[in-house]
DNA sequence: ATCATAGGATTAAACGTTTAACTAAGTGAT
DNA sequence: ATCACTTAGTTAAACGTTTAATCCTATGAT
């Protein structure tokens, strides 16, 4: 490996010279400057960023931890987020978590070892115990996708309130009365944000809401397709002519209850997903979803943390980033 | 930060004391390790891995360079990767490379700066050019997915070749004599390979091929229906009744054209893609395809990668992973 | 001729580890 | 009592940077 001493040998000069010269830091003579770009070429010369980064106690490294990067929504996130981080020469240290506390944990404590400058979190638990430890340190860090209660840090989260709101607006408009929702996991609070916002749009409709229309799902496609059973098992009375999943993959699951029984989308029953995956696209027919903005959260996160490594003392900030309402065929 | 030498100062003993018993690496008395151990926990220490990684010239980091970590193909790979690499220890650095040389290229000087111990890479460019900076600098790799022409090295591939063959093979089987090919970029060997299995398969049945057959695709969706209306317009007597297409973006496009004439699937016409990505099983038909071990593939990189660090002398190894045979309802 | 100053270079001390080399004390064997 | 060894600890030199502190030397101003 070539470093400093070889190319301030060959340079003829010292290496402190050839730092300055590398940084720009400080000014050198033309003659000088020339030699060590000289040997710096011949010798092919590359910064050791691990020295460096022990020196200036900046690693120039960002930490990431989803629950799965090989699910698209947080694939997307990291995208995101990686494209913000090579635009500012940061590197990105991917971790996931599987929605295991203990092993984001773990995970905390190899980034915190690795002295990375800012770590982005989809958090596995809504506990923040084991997030102190990132206080503590004062390690700055941003929460993405799913607040965590009681701890003040910056967040960058859908608009997910908004979400359920237009979901359900949009079927109260097409007439529907009887609206049901299949909900996710309660403890998530961009699942139950979205909750928030159909019964918010039911009330302001001025439509008593049946318990019976709220199943609890856990964004799975399995669930859907029970709580879709369920639904269509109510007296004809309180039957649901619209169901409202809290995501995309439970829609699909109600989709294939819904055609089993030999009722027919959207003309017996509309159906309104959350997420947009490519899938929505695709099925049969096309389903009317919510789409979030996951490539910007990630962008966003980053510019968070970046901010956040800038100025420790700004006070948090959470950002809200709006979702769109995609109509398609299911409604 | 607390640092060793706070430990040390609390324990009573020296820094090299307290790395050793850390370390584990030379006997130290049962008081004096206790007496470490308790500083340790008392001042919450945690080794700092860019001080150690210096010293060691070992970081425990490694980079992973794929065209986009966003698509569900690369994001499996990484996955995979990134799950052995948790397994041992190591952290994974992610990088897009979005498929070009030059990004590529920049990437890898990051990666080399950040001294990583090894670096999995789907390459972006069929040639060797810039990758020959990681020989030089004798840095252990490993090239996923596609091969590149020229370059001894660790490998890991899906059985490109096998994959065309059984898909083409199980058209034959079903009776189909003129079969025609979407082809991916020929420069891609994984795209290559599938032709040349296809080609294998219809020579093996002593079929002669017209290269009317053979549209040059791009692996995108718009690709494969312009493919597909091509080869709607042949003669009746050349006329295709069975498309095997490189990946099911492009039998994706290719359906529509297909549905857009009027034709039935697998009536008309028969269908195998390949990839199975989660589309292929909801599309409709849902399409029979190739899949390939993706997650598989990114362990493996993973293990060839760490082997390839213990002994950097082992004569480079090929390692073809086995494709399966999807049979749905598209044939 | 002297002095302050500025420009342009160097020296050397960090950063937090690991680890080779050394030291001191204890243990038997002779 | 001496010697050779072992055991358990310490010292100090690296690893490759950055950067404060210093040191020349030339340049004008006085």
Redesign the interface.
Known sequence: ?TTLRDVARRAGVSIATVSYVLNGTRPVSPEVEARVWEAVAALQY??????R??RRKR?H?LGLIVP???N?FF??I??GL??LS?AH?Y??????SDGDPAKEQR?L???????VDGIALVSAGAAPAHLAILQQ?GIPFVVVDREISGLAADCVLADNFQGGYLATWHLLERGHRRIACITGPPDLTSSADRVRGYRHAMAEAGIELLEEWVYRGDFRAESGYHAARFFLQLPPSIRPTAIFACNDLMA?GAMRAIGEVGLSIPHDISLVGFDDI??AA???PPLTTVAQPT?EMGRMAGELLLSRIQDRTRPPARHLLPVRLIVRRST
Request: charged share 20%; proline share 4%; glycine share 4%.
């Open positions: 490996m590359r910064p050791n960023r691990v020295a980064g022990l690693t490294v799965d990067s090989a698209p694939a997307e990291a995208r990686e494209d090579f020469d590197s990105l240290i991917l971790c996931n995970y404590g190899v980034l915190i070892e690795q002295q340190r699909i490519i899938l695709y099925v049969i490539y």
